[in-house]
T-cell receptor, first 115, second 112 residues
Framework: GAVVSQHPSWVICKSGTSVKIECRSLDFQATTMFWYRQFPKQSLMLMATSNEGSKATYEQGVEKDKFLINHASLTLSTLTVTSAHPEDSSFYIC???????????FGPGTRLTVT | KQEVTQIPAALSVPEGENLVLNCSFTDSAIYNLQWFRQDPGKGLTSLLLIQSSQREQTSGRLNASLDKSSGRSTLYIAASQPGDSATYLCAASTSGTYKYIFGTGTRLKVLA
């Protein structure tokens, strides 16, 4: 089956710094990837849709200047949390679409803790 | 705007029981509906995917149904086991954009 990886799996950073999270489709090309955020004991909330070679589309309420998304190739999308604050601490999950069925394959998630 | 809700929010059952988890969505123009399980602190494990043209899918002790006209999907778990304890999430993808809107989740605990 299609595999999506994320790196790192967990990261701790200091308030005010930036952190980059990578999402890779390992065995298929993904023209579209999605980024989700999950706070403790809550469901997943879609942050943005990332399309290869074009600007990301952000959901209402998500600051595009704070959460920078780059989809530079058909197998890699990155999410950079800029000037991170403790309230950005969350579980970030990406997914990628494999063409045809449009089924989404999810990465294992990245746990971000901002101190 | 699509909204997805799940009932009940939490469920505790004795081992061996058959159970049904419910998922409701407000916009019937979905492309597919997918059920996941999530263990504490972990990512998502895909259980079943139902495409809009299908009415149900089965895998082992799991059966998921989809009724677009009523905006409902159910996940049936037969002969529940303690290992089934997890949070179950449903997600509906929107036709055209294919982005997923996740339900609120059902926390299941199966008692030995």
């Amino acid at each position: 089956g299609a595999v999506v990886s994320q790196h790192p799996s967990w990261v701790i950073c200091k308030s005010g710094t930036s952190v980059k999270i990578e999402c890779r489709s390992l065995d298929f090309q993904a023209t579209t990837m999605f980024w989700y955020r999950q706070f403790p004991k809550q469901s997943l909330m879609l942050m943005a849709t990332s399309n290869e070679g074009s600007k990301a589309t952000y959901e209402q309420g998500v600051e595009k200047d704070k959460f920078l998304i780059n989809h530079a190739s058909l197998t890699l999308s990155t999410l950079t949390v800029t000037s991170a604050h403790p309230e950005d601490s969350s579980f970030y999950i990406c997914s990628a679409i494999s063409g045809g069925s449009y089924e989404q394959y999810f990465g294992p998630g990245t746990r971000l803790t901002v101190t | 705007k699509q909204e997805v809700t799940q009932i009940p929010a939490a469920l505790s059952v004795p081992e061996g029981e058959n159970l049904v988890l419910n998922c409701s969505f407000t916009d019937s123009a979905i492309y597919n509906l997918q059920w996941f399980r999530q263990d504490p602190g972990k990512g998502l494990t895909s259980l079943l995917l139902i495409q809009s043209s299908q009415r149900e899918q089965t895998s082992g002790r799991l059966n998921a149904s989809l009724d677009k006209s009523s905006g409902r999907s159910t996940l049936y778990i037969a002969a529940s086991q303690p290992g089934d304890s997890a949070t179950y999430l449903c997600a509906a993808s929107t036709s055209g954009t294919y982005k997923y809107i996740f339900g609120t989740g059902t926390r299941l605990k199966v008692l030995a």
